[in-house]
């Protein structure tokens, strides 16, 4: 079973501030993706990466970055945080090539506040 | 509407009964995957499929991407099978676009 391991579990923030959600998989896998899930919405995507060095915008990107300096770490980034990204946020990973379908394994979330 | 719609959005069983998930979707979708997410918010691969229909004990699930939907079906339900059900589906490269969930509830 794939290793994916997200670090804060919880995490407050102020506003304006500069929030870092880390995430480690241990399985080298190819593909990491952050999703943000809030009630009524499901898991949407945020910024997901095909390897080290690359990152590609999700479906919501607008105020986050993203980082992936090795295969092992993906890390989300909220330069200017706000109290509309209080949400728990998930992350995963996959070893699919560029089109084609995987499995995805998940974290067990990070929940961030916003104040 | 929506990429992905789920249904029903919330769902009663008592133990041992038999019920089924539903995700319909607006465009043609190359595969589908099915996740429960526990009471601890834990995501939970249960099944993907690219076609057809896959079964792992009490859960059977299928997948027909021309008419646009895929079930789980859960059989002699139990208490631990509460929890949020999410349908995903993707197309070219890994990118999954989820359903609001099912909220399931099973009771003694």
């Known amino acids: 079973e794939a290793a994916v391991t997200q670090s804060p579990r919880n995490k407050v923030a102020v506003t304006g501030g500069k929030v870092t959600l880390s995430c480690n998989q241990t399985?080298?896998?190819?593909?990491m993706y952050w999703y943000r899930q809030d009630t009524g919405h499901g898991l949407r995507l945020i910024h997901y990466?095909?390897?080290?060095?690359?990152?590609e915008k999700g479906d919501i990107p607008d105020g986050y970055k993203a980082s992936r300096p090795s295969q092992e770490n993906f890390s989300l980034i909220l330069e200017l945080a706000t109290p509309s990204q209080t949400s728990v946020y998930f992350c995963?990973?996959?070893?699919?090539?560029?089109?084609?379908?995987?499995?995805?394994?998940f974290g067990s979330g990070t929940r961030l506040t916003v104040l | 509407g929506m990429p992905v719609e789920q249904n029903p959005p919330a769902l009663s069983l008592y133990e041992g009964a038999d019920s089924g998930l539903r995700c319909n979707f607006s465009?043609?979708?190359?595969?589908v995957q099915w996740f429960q997410q526990n009471h601890r918010g834990r995501l939970i691969t249960l099944f993907y499929l690219a076609q057809g229909t896959k079964e792992n004990g009490r859960l059977k699930s299928t997948f027909n991407s021309k008419e646009r939907y895929s079930t789980l079906h859960i059989k002699d339900a139990q208490l631990e099978d509460s929890g949020t059900y999410f349908c995903?589906?993707?197309?070219?490269?890994?990118?999954?676009?989820f359903g609001g969930g099912t909220r399931l509830t099973v009771r003694p």
């Open positions: 990466s095909y390897g080290a060095g690359s990152t």
């Open positions: 465009t043609t979708m190359k595969s």
């Open positions: 399985n080298n896998h190819n593909n």
């Open positions: 995903a589906a993707g197309n070219a490269g890994a990118k999954l676009t």
């Open positions: 995963a990973s996959g070893d699919a090539g560029q089109g084609a379908a995987e499995t995805l394994y």
